[in-house]
Structure formats: structure tokens, C-alpha cells
């Protein structure tokens, strides 16, 4: 019930008086204070978010096909072709398994968990964050390395859930429909044959525990995370329909893979089907055994049914990279200049230069942004304070002399 006041103009809402409020807004047969506006502003807010049902954006119908999917990943990850089938069916499977209907014959489509397998700066991340983009499902990406089982420094499993609630606006029914990337997933590989009686920190203790959110279910999450916040209130996230993209570089892998195709990496002691294998590209030949004899867990391996690998990138790869994609490096700088009214050019030959660099200096793909932010940090610093020049023509003179300025030279490989 409202106050009575004594002024002439007062609040319809709490009842307070004009001098005791910041603003009073007057209406057709009342007056509203700041105060109130802005605690209905939250009533109305929270009934808006409670109301709404958190719904995927498709339906069967208009769920993206399988090619439909490629297609979307061919503007933005440049080849990788082979990943790209298996992730596009197998993200188009776990999703018409999210929205089938109710059978009467009882099958039960299992969930679709993914790993891929490939060098640094391959893509594997760009892929999964390019597959949410299409979809509009919440995403995100975890660190492995930083996951621990409880009772140590670091992250909790739960941490993982927590991130994605998020992510989602702590839309518990949008998070149980999203996609989470657990990047550098080999880190947490055993170190030897023999399991420990004890606790490891990241090792093989993440992967038992990250077991649970793979295989689906009922999980109680810190939405602030556990261990600043202990007192929180625990919110309970089914991982059923979450689907899991694990990427890493499994470096060294490919010994195991040349260990059981009976060839040898490097030397000339091989067997007669040598002849028909690619031994620049092994990791095409990857098969779960190779990931048991890493040092993952069958029953992690079990959980990620769907295994993928990524090409290195060669020179044409990286070219292509460099220019091709809706978002490649060199339209992102061109419209950084264009933001200052700056026409900005390349010659043809600055981006073999580029990429020759990032092959000699053994960075891949994400060294590219390195070189060129090396090779244009001087333009970008002078240029918008001065008004008469409006254009930037690139030419290889040029990039070599402010890349021999930049510390990245301190990379190259001897």
C-alpha cells in the first residue's frame, strides 16, 4: 500500500513525495518515480525470461542438412574437407536426435560426442565455433590443461557446465542444448601404461571425471563456479543433449600410428605396404587404438564415437587462409583502415612472402595474424592522425623492412 504523502506531486506506485526521489514522470492520472520504473523494469525482465520458452531456432524442417552445413564451413575454415563431412553428419545426427519425436519402438539414438585430431593452428577450433555461429546455440571453449579433479588448484569438471550456463544467460533448457569445445584434450592423456592408485593432477583423474558429461547427465553446477563462491546455490544442467567437440595435437602420435601400419616415421627399414602410405600425412590413418596407446582412456574413447582428423596446412592452404575466408586476416585489415577512411592494398607477392614466413618459422595458420600485425603496426599507429594520406599500397620492400624491425625474427628456426 502507498505511503500517504503531503506534497502536491507524489508517487502512484510507493507514494513518495518529488523531493524525495531523483525523478518523477508524469502520466494521463498519475506520477511514477525513477525507483519504481526501474523495479518494474526487473519484475517485467525476469517474467519475460521465465515465460520464454528456450526453444532451438529450427525445427526438423528447417534444420541444416548435412551439405548445408559444409557449405556454411567452406566460407569461413579453408579445407579440410574430411573433417568437415564427419563433423557436419555427425552435428546434424545429434541434433535431429535432440528434436525426434517420441517412438513406439524404443530406439534411442546415442549421442554424437566428436574429437579431432590435428596439428596446432589447423582449424579444429574454428570448426566448432564456426558450427554454433550456424545454429545459434550457446557455445564455448574449455582449456584441458587447466581442469584438475577436486581437491587440487585449478578448475573443476563442473567448471566446464558453469561456462556454458553462462554463455546462455543461465537459460538452464538453451545450455543443455549447446556445444561445448574442450581444447587441447591430449594434455590430460595418461603418461604411462600402468594407472595410478592415486590422484593426478590433469591427467587421467580429468578423464574419469570428465566421463559423466560425455556419456549424459544430471550434474549439480556452480553457476559462479565452486571454489570463490562455496556457499552458491547449485544448479542442476542435464548433459544429455550437450554435444562435445574434443580437439587436440597428440603430439607424437604419429609414431604409434607408424608403429602399427609396421613403418617407421623417418629411415629406410620399411615394410612392403609402406609404398602405399602417405608418411607426410599418417595422422590421416588415426584409429581409436592410436588414441588408447597415447594415453587416453577406452572408456573416453568409447564416450567420443565419432573421430576425425585434420590436415597441416601447406603453402596453398595457408595462402588460401589468408585471403579467401568471409573473415580472413587481410579483409579484417582492410576494414580496420577503412574504419579511418585509408584505402589499404596488397601486392600480389606480399602474402607469399607472409606465408613463406609462417612456414619458416613453423606458426601455422594463427602465425599469420602475428606477421601481418608485425608488418602493418607502424602504418596503423601514424596513419589516422595524418589527414592527407588516404591510401596504402603493401608491396614486399615494404613488408620485409618493418618485419625485419618487428622481435618476430626471433622465431625463426635455426
Do not use: W
Not at 189 to 198: E, F, G, H, L
Amino acid at each position: 500500500m502507498a505511503k500517504k504523502t503531503t506534497g502536491e506531486n507524489h508517487c502512484s506506485f510507493c507514494g513518495r513525495d518529488e523531493n524525495e526521489v531523483n525523478v518523477l514522470i508524469s502520466g494521463t492520472s498519475g506520477f511514477i518515480c525513477d525507483v519504481c520504473v526501474e523495479q518494474a523494469h526487473g519484475i517485467v525482465d525476469e517474467a519475460f525470461k521465465s515465460s520464454k520458452k528456450s526453444k532451438l531456432n529450427f525445427s526438423m524442417a528447417s534444420l541444416p542438412k548435412p551439405k548445408e552445413i559444409k557449405d556454411f564451413l567452406d566460407q569461413y575454415v579453408i579445407g579440410q574437407d574430411s573433417a568437415k563431412r564427419y563433423l557436419s553428419v555427425s552435428v546434424y545426427n545429434h541434433y535431429k536426435r535432440i528434436l525426434q519425436k517420441t517412438m513406439k519402438d524404443d530406439v534411442e539414438i546415442e549421442k554424437s560426442n566428436i574429437i579431432m585430431v590435428g596439428p596446432t593452428g589447423t582449424g579444429k577450433t574454428l570448426l566448432a565455433k564456426t558450427i554454433a555461429k550456424l545454429l545459434r546455440v550457446p557455445f564455448t571453449i574449455v582449456d584441458a590443461t587447466v581442469l584438475t579433479e577436486a581437491g587440487y588448484v585449478g578448475e573443476d569438471i563442473e567448471s566446464i557446465l558453469s561456462r556454458l550456463l553462462q554463455v546462455a544467460d543461465y537459460d538452464v533448457a538453451a545450455a543443455e542444448r549447446g556445444i561445448v569445445f574442450i581444447d587441447e584434450i591430449d594434455k590430460i592423456a595418461r603418461k604411462s601404461d600402468n594407472p595410478s592408485i592415486t590422484r593426478d593432477v590433469s591427467g587421467e583423474g580429468v578423464q574419469q571425471g570428465l566421463l559423466k558429461l560425455l556419456e549424459g547427465s544430471v550434474v549439480n553446477v556452480p553457476p559462479q563456479g565452486g571454489r570463490k563462491h562455496p556457499e552458491q546455490r547449485m544448479i542442476e544442467v542435464n548433459t544429455k543433449n550437450i554435444l562435445f567437440v574434443c580437439g587436440g595435437a597428440f603430439d607424437g602420435i604419429e609414431r604409434k600410428i607408424a608403429q602399427r601400419l609396421n613403418t617407421r616415421v623417418v629411415g629406410y627399414a620399411a615394410g612392403r605396404k609402406s609404398a602405399e602410405i602417405d608418411r607426410n600425412n599418417l595422422m590421416k590413418y588415426v584409429t581409436p587404438m592410436d588414441l588408447k596407446s597415447f594415453g587416453l582412456i577406452p572408456e573416453i574413447i568409447g564416450r567420443l564415437p565419432i573421430l576425425t582428423y585434420l590436415d597441416p596446412l601447406d603453402k596453398p592452404a595457408l595462402l588460401r587462409i589468408l585471403v579467401e575466408p568471409k573473415n580472413s586476416i587481410v579483409k579484417q585489415y582492410v576494414k580496420l583502415f577503412d574504419m579511418d577512411g585509408i584505402e589499404l592494398t596488397f601486392d600480389s607477392d606480399v602474402f607469399e612472402y607472409i606465408v613463406d614466413k609462417a612456414i619458416e618459422y613453423k606458426i601455422g595458420a594463427r602465425g599469420l595474424r602475428s606477421i601481418v600485425e608485425a608488418i602493418m603496426i607502424d602504418a596503423m599507429f601514424h596513419l589516422p592522425s595524418e589527414d592527407e594520406k588516404k591510401k596504402l599500397n603493401v608491396t614486399k620492400k615494404y613488408a620485409q623492412e618493418h618485419l625485419e624491425k618487428s622481435n618476430l625474427l626471433n622465431l625463426q628456426v635455426a
